[in-house]
């Protein structure tokens, strides 16, 4: 009996995990969620060029976390401050290859982007392949994580 108990228990618990680990189910809902999650990025790209730093406030949730191509970790203050003052400054910023994971609440970005900055004054041109996590909230999305990877000139 005891061991019948632990069995069910334990199938139990791999049916909840198998349920709660798959994707939103409704492909139109996910579509528009996908569609959503795309403009946003775009916003962002466009944000980051303008140094539109409203828009900037409203994408990033207060938790926001930016971990850069070289190892650093930005929270959103910094984030925006470093955009804000001019020590990081992007002329292009040019988004590629993005696929979008949504699961209910959170969706999962990953792209590149070719972009054309600097920071602190030091030429950081390149391509970088990028990884965002977004959360939705009072029924808007906000980035929470990103991680940017320079991809080595070939």
């Known amino acids: 009996m ?3 108990s632990i069995a069910l228990l334990l199938a139990t618990g791999l049916a909840l995990i198998g349920i709660l680990a798959v994707p939103q189910v409704s492909a139109q809902s996910s579509s528009s969620s996908e ?10 790209s466009e944000a980051v060029v303008k140094c539109d730093t409203t828009t900037l406030q409203r994408l ?3 938790e926001y976390l930016f971990t850069d191509a070289g190892g650093d970790v930005w929270n959103k203050k ?10 990081y400054v992007a002329t292009s910023f040019n988004l590629d290859d ?3 994971h ?11 982007n070719d972009i054309k900055a600097t ?13 965002d996590v977004f959360v939705k909230r009072s029924g808007r999305w906000q980035c929470v ?9 070939q």
């Open 119 to 131: 920071y602190k004054g030091k030429d950081i041109s390149g391509k970088y392949r990028f990884t």
């Open 102 to 112: 949504i699961y209910q609440r959170v969706a999962v970005v990953t792209g590149s």
């Open 60 to 62: 990033y949730a207060d």
């Open 98 to 100: 993005m696929k979008v």
């Open 145 to 153: 994580a990103t991680q940017s990877t320079l991809v080595p000139k």
């Open 78 to 87: 910094q984030d925006i401050a470093s955009i804000a003052s001019g020590t």
């Open 35 to 44: 569609k959503e999650i795309l403009k946003l990025e775009n916003q962002w």
């Open 2 to 4: 005891k061991t019948l």
